[in-house]
C-alpha cells in the first residue's frame, strides 16, 4: 500500500470529515464523511480553496491568514461555516493542522470537522424525521447480516430530486424545506414500516427493503416516480420535481454497506445522466469498469512517485523550407509490466481525479530541462511546446509550476509554449484573458490547440495573448476528399494571416496535405508526414541536421498511431 493509500486509508476510520490541503490551501482529497457532515457534492470540492468551501464563524479572521500563522505540527481550532450549494449553511467544530511535506519548504494542512453535539447528522433529520445517513448504513449492515442467515433479497435505492435548485432559486429555501417534507411524507405513505427510508443528504433519500423477487424493485422504483412527480401546491402555484433513482441489490456476498451505498451511487449517477426522472441498476459491468478505473487511479500514483513517465517530441516544420522550427512534447508511459502507454488510454483518469495536476508539473518541468540541455549542447533554438489539460490551467498553482519550470531549468521562457484548447478560453472569458496575460508577462508563448472544433467568437480572439493557432487535425486528415473540411481549412489560414497570428497544420500525412497547405500559405506543419513523435535523443540527431529530408519513397501516406 503506498503512502497516499495509507493516509487515505487511516482518514476514512475516523468519526470526523477530513480534508487535505496543499501549500495553496487547495483541496486535493476529502473523505465520504466529510461531504455527509458538510453537505457539499464531491464535484464541488475538488482543487478548490478551503475559503471558497467555509467562513469563520462570527469573526473578522479571514481563512487565508490561519495558514500564515500554523508552524509545523502547529494547530487553529474554532468553527466554520460551511456554504454547500443547494443546501443550508452548516455549522462545524474544526482543527487545521499543518504538517511540513518531504520538500521541507511546502507544507500540507489536515482539515477535521465534525458538526456540533446535537445537531443530528448521524441520528434523525429535524427537517423530515427521517432517521439520518449514519443510522441507514447501520440497518443496512443489519439487512445485509440477517439476508446470509435467512437467504433473503435486499434492495437498495438512492432517490435524488433532480435540478432541485430551480425550486430553491425560484421560490426561495423555505419553499424548498417544504417541497423535502412533502416528498419525505409520500415515500412514507408508500411503505412499510418495517421498510427504512432515511435522508441521505439535502435532496437525496434512501430505501432499503427486502424483496422476493428482483424484478420488484422496478416496480418499486416506478412506484416512487410516480409519487415524487405528483404536483406539490406551493405559493399559489403546483411545483412538480422529478427523481434519479438509482438500485443496488444485496445478496448473500461479504459487501459492507458502505459498498453497496457506492454501487448505488453509480447507478443514479447513470440515471443523472440519462436526462432524469427515470431509475438504473448497477450492473455488474458498472461494477468491473469501477474496478479498472481504481486500478488504473492507483497505478498512476505510483507512476508519479516512481518518474514512469517520458516525453517525446514532434517537429513542427517550415513548410517552405523543411526547416525545424519547434517540437510538441507529447507525454508516454512506460508501464512496468504493460509496456508503452499511449496518453488516451491514462489522461481521462488522470483528468478526473486531479492527478493530471502532478503530471502536468512533471512534464513542463522536463520539457524545460530537455529544450534548456539541447540549448547547452549548441543545437539550433526551438521552442517546445506542451499541452495544459483544463484542470491543470484550473488550478490555483499553475502560474507557479510554470515560473519554477522555467527557473530551474534555466531555460530562455521564449523557448516554451503553452496549448490551450479553444474549448477552455470560451468560460468566463474576462478571467480566462486575465490568466493569460499573466502567464506572457513570464516571456512564454501561448498557442491556441485543436483551434475550429470549438465556438470561439472572433471578437474574444483578438483580445487573447496568443501568437499561434494549431488547426485541429481533423480538419486536415479528409482535406483531399472533403470539399467542407478544405474551404474551413482556407478560411482559418487567411483569417490567421489577418490577424498576424502563426498557423500550424496538425496532422499532415501525405503529399496532397502539404501541397494544399502550401498553396493556401499555412506556416508551419506537424504531421507524421515529416516525422512521428520520438524520443530526446532521436530529436536532438534532427536538431543536429536542422531540416527534414523526405525520401521519395515516403511521400505516400505516412500514417502512424
Not at 508552524?71 to 511540513?100: I, N, Y
Request: charged share 25%; with cysteine; net charge negative.
Amino acid at each position: 500500500m503506498d503512502v497516499f493509500q495509507f493516509t487515505k486509508t487511516v482518514l476514512e476510520q475516523t468519526d470526523k470529515g477530513m480534508i487535505v490541503l496543499d501549500h495553496h490551501g487547495v483541496v486535493r482529497y476529502a473523505t465520504p464523511l466529510f461531504f455527509t457532515i458538510t453537505g457539499f457534492p464531491a464535484q464541488e470540492v475538488g482543487l478548490r480553496r478551503l475559503e471558497d468551501l467555509c467562513m469563520i464563524k462570527q469573526g473578522t479572521e479571514d481563512i487565508g491568514n490561519i495558514f500564515l500563522t500554523l508552524a509545523p505540527m502547529d494547530s487553529w481550532q474554532g468553527e466554520l461555516v460551511f456554504t454547500p450549494p443547494e443546501h443550508r449553511e452548516k455549522q462545524c467544530a474544526a482543527r487545521v493542522t499543518c504538517l511540513q511535506s518531504q520538500n521541507e519548504d511546502r507544507y500540507v494542512y489536515i482539515v477535521s470537522v465534525q458538526s456540533p453535539a446535537g445537531s443530528g447528522t448521524g441520528t434523525v433529520d429535524e427537517l423530515t424525521g427521517l432517521p439520518g445517513v449514519e443510522i441507514f448504513l447501520d440497518r443496512v449492515e443489519q439487512s445485509i447480516r440477517f439476508s446470509r442467515r435467512e437467504k433473503s433479497k435486499i434492495v437498495m435505492f438512492l432517490i435524488r430530486l433532480d435540478r432541485f435548485d430551480l425550486v430553491t432559486d425560484g421560490l426561495g429555501h423555505e419553499y424548498g424545506d417544504r417541497v423535502l417534507k412533502e416528498v419525505s411524507i409520500r415515500l412514507r405513505k408508500l411503505f412499510r414500516e418495517s421498510d427504512t427510508i432515511a435522508r441521505i443528504d439535502r435532496i437525496t433519500f434512501g430505501l432499503l427493503l427486502k424483496v422476493t423477487k428482483e424484478a420488484h424493485a422496478s416496480l418499486v422504483a416506478e412506484k416512487v416516480l410516480q409519487s415524487i412527480t405528483g404536483p406539490i401546491p406551493m405559493a399559489g402555484q403546483k411545483v412538480v420535481v422529478t427523481a434519479s433513482i438509482g438500485i443496488a441489490t444485496c445478496h448473500n456476498t461479504g459487501d459492507r454497506a458502505d459498498k453497496i451505498l457506492g454501487f448505488a451511487e453509480t447507478a443514479m449517477h447513470h440515471a443523472r445522466q440519462s436526462g432524469g426522472n427515470v431509475y438504473h441498476f448497477f450492473a455488474s459491468d458498472l461494477n468491473v469498469k469501477a474496478k479498472k478505473r481504481i486500478e488504473m487511479e492507483n497505478s498512476l500514483r505510483a507512476a508519479i512517485e516512481e518518474e514512469e513517465f517520458i516525453l517525446y517530441y514532434q517537429p513542427k516544420v517550415d513548410i517552405s523550407t523543411s526547416r525545424i522550427v519547434g517540437a510538441e512534447a507529447l507525454i508516454r508511459w512506460q508501464h512496468p509490466e504493460q509496456g508503452m502507454v499511449a496518453p488516451f488510454h491514462f489522461i481521462p483518469v488522470a483528468e478526473e481525479t486531479g492527478l493530471i495536476i502532478d503530471i502536468g508539473r512533471w512534464v513542463l518541468k522536463d520539457a524545460c530541462r530537455q529544450n534548456a540541455r539541447w540549448q547547452q549542447q549548441g543545437l539550433n533554438p526551438v521552442p517546445v511546446a506542451v499541452n495544459v489539460s483544463p484542470r491543470q490551467f484550473q488550478y490555483p498553482g499553475f502560474y507557479d509550476d510554470v515560473k519554477t519550470a522555467i527557473r530551474t531549468s534555466g531555460l530562455d521562457p521564449d523557448l516554451l509554449e503553452l496549448e490551450i484548447t479553444e474549448s477552455m478560453l470560451m468560460s468566463d472569458v474576462d478571467q480566462m484573458i486575465a490568466k493569460l496575460k499573466k502567464l506572457a508577462g513570464v516571456g512564454l508563448n501561448l498557442a491556441i490547440d485543436d483551434f475550429g472544433t470549438g465556438y470561439s467568437n472572433l471578437s474574444y480572439l483578438v483580445r487573447f495573448p496568443v501568437s499561434t493557432l494549431k488547426i485541429d487535425r481533423t480538419f486536415i486528415k479528409d482535406l483531399e476528399n472533403d470539399d467542407s473540411m478544405a474551404g474551413l481549412t482556407h478560411s482559418i489560414i487567411s483569417m490567421s494571416k489577418n490577424l498576424n497570428l502563426k498557423i500550424v497544420a496538425e496532422g499532415a500525412e501525405n503529399e496532397q496535405h502539404i501541397s494544399f497547405l502550401k498553396k493556401h500559405g499555412c506556416d508551419v506543419v506537424q504531421g507524421y508526414y515529416y516525422s512521428k513523435p520520438v524520443p530526446a535523443a532521436d530529436f536532438s540527431k534532427l536538431l543536429e541536421t536542422g531540416t527534414i529530408k523526405i525520401r521519395e519513397s515516403s511521400r505516400q501516406n505516412r500514417t502512424g498511431p
